[in-house]
């Protein structure tokens, strides 16, 4: 019987400004993905990042351990 490891990454969703969200990862650079609603970018950013892997694997390629997740917070400043 084949154990299924699960992992959690940070995914990134960048609003667009015509529209949708455009996914990235910060433990895999240049693995990117869009979805028209956050919803559907969910989705989309779950299945690349779990293709992503599976390429990883069958090249025999170390696939990243999980970084700390990065912390996005709002600033509020005042100014004239």
């Known amino acids: 019987m084949k154990t299924t490891n699960v992992t959690v990454y940070p995914a990134i969703f960048n609003p667009i400004p015509d529209g949708g969200y455009e996914v990235s990862f910060p433990d895999f650079p240049g693995c990117v993905?869009?979805?028209?609603?956050?919803?559907?970018?969910?989705?989309?950013?779950?299945?690349?990042?779990?293709?992503?892997?599976?390429?990883?694997?069958?090249?025999?390629?170390?696939?990243?351990?999980?970084?700390?997740?990065?912390?996005i917070t709002d600033v509020k400043i005042a100014f004239a």
Do not use: C, M, Y
């Open 33 to 71: 993905t869009f979805g028209r609603t956050f919803e559907e970018a969910q989705e989309k950013a779950s299945e690349v990042l779990s293709l992503w892997v599976e390429e990883l694997e069958a090249e025999h390629k170390t696939i990243p351990e999980r970084k700390e997740r990065p912390i």
